[in-house]
């Protein structure tokens, strides 16, 4: 048994929604997915204001489950009868997602929690074993440094930056303003090449 709250509501699964008091690993399985949903959509998936909110957004999206889905979501301490939405299929909402991520989706997105895969199960999925895999982590790019630049030490440097150009990096004007993102947009500072 865990802590309801725990969890943020952007990412709490339908049966915490409905007060379930008993459940296992499903429900870190459904916020993986919420979560894995966020980064394809790049924006949150299922951003709820209120549980009641929440669970009609899910259901909005991913359509609102009948008793032939999840058998025993009418014993849920909070259950209550929804508007019943068809959903959207996931390819229409990850269009640019493979078939083999979709189908990851779709396991961690069950609404019956004993029908949503496990960890290890995902882990098995076609997605995860397709060619390119994984880079090693000796192969990973490692950082120059780790030496962290104090504060000071970086107000310097953006001191020079400003000399370089003919500025005054000394004057109460730039003084005032070294921590005003806008003096620095109207300043010709080197940019990247693109």
């Known amino acids: 048994m865990f802590m309801r709250r725990k969890i943020r509501g952007w990412y709490r699964c339908p049966e915490l929604l409905f007060g379930a008091r008993q459940y296992g690993t499903g429900v870190d399985m459904w916020a993986v997915g919420c979560i894995l949903a966020e980064l394809l959509l790049r ?34 301490p909070d259950f209550i009868e ?25 396991e961690m997105l069950k609404m019956d929690p004993i029908q949503r895969c496990t960890s290890t199960e995902a882990l098995k999925m076609e997605y995860f074993s397709n060619k390119p895999g994984p880079t090693p982590g000796t192969q990973l790019p490692r950082p120059n440094s780790n030496k962290i630049v104090p504060q000071k030490e970086e107000n310097m440097s953006l001191k020079r930056k400003i000399q370089a150009q003919g500025g005054d990096a000394g004057s109460d004007h730039c003084r005032k303003n070294l921590h005003n993102p806008r003096f620095f947009s109207a300043m010709s500072l080197p940019s990247c090449p693109e």
């Open 82 to 106: 929804f508007k019943s939405f068809p959903g959207t299929p996931l390819k229409e909402i990850f269009i640019a997602a493979s078939d083999d991520l979709l189908d990851v989706l779709a």
């Open 43 to 76: 924006v949150p998936f299922l951003p709820g204001e209120s549980d009641l909110d929440q669970l009609s957004r899910i259901f909005q999206v991913l359509g609102t489950p009948t008793e032939k889905d999840w058998p025993k979501i009418k014993a849920l």
